[in-house]
């Protein structure tokens, strides 16, 4: 009977490096906000409605641009719009 080496009692080291920097990838902010920080004194000036604005672009990225899921939010967003109009 030949004898069969034994295994090595001795176990590899588990690399614990942390991942290289350059391949740590950030999450993307929403769409609206990246928007939002373009548009920032554009949404701004929506004053009261800036909200319901938000509220719709994250619904239209959560839908894929449909714009029939949305209508609670479109709809929200004109009557804000409406009375913003009738106060000035």
């Keep these: 009977m030949e004898k069969q080496p034994e295994a090595s009692s001795i176990e590899k ?3 614990s490096d942390p991942l290289p920097s350059s ?4 999450l993307p902010q929403p769409v609206h906000q990246m928007e939002a920080d373009e548009d920032d004194e554009n949404v701004k000036q929506l004053g009261d409605c800036s909200m319901l604005y938000l509220s719709l672009q ?3 990225v959560n839908t894929d641009r449909n714009w029939k899921s949305c209508q609670k939010e ?3 967003l004109k009557a804000c719009n ?3 109009s009738r106060k000035e």
């Design 82 to 84: 409406d009375r913003r």
């Design 23 to 26: 391949s740590v990838q950030q």
């Design 58 to 60: 994250d619904c239209l």
């Design 13 to 15: 080291p588990i690399n």
């Design 74 to 76: 479109v709809q929200a």
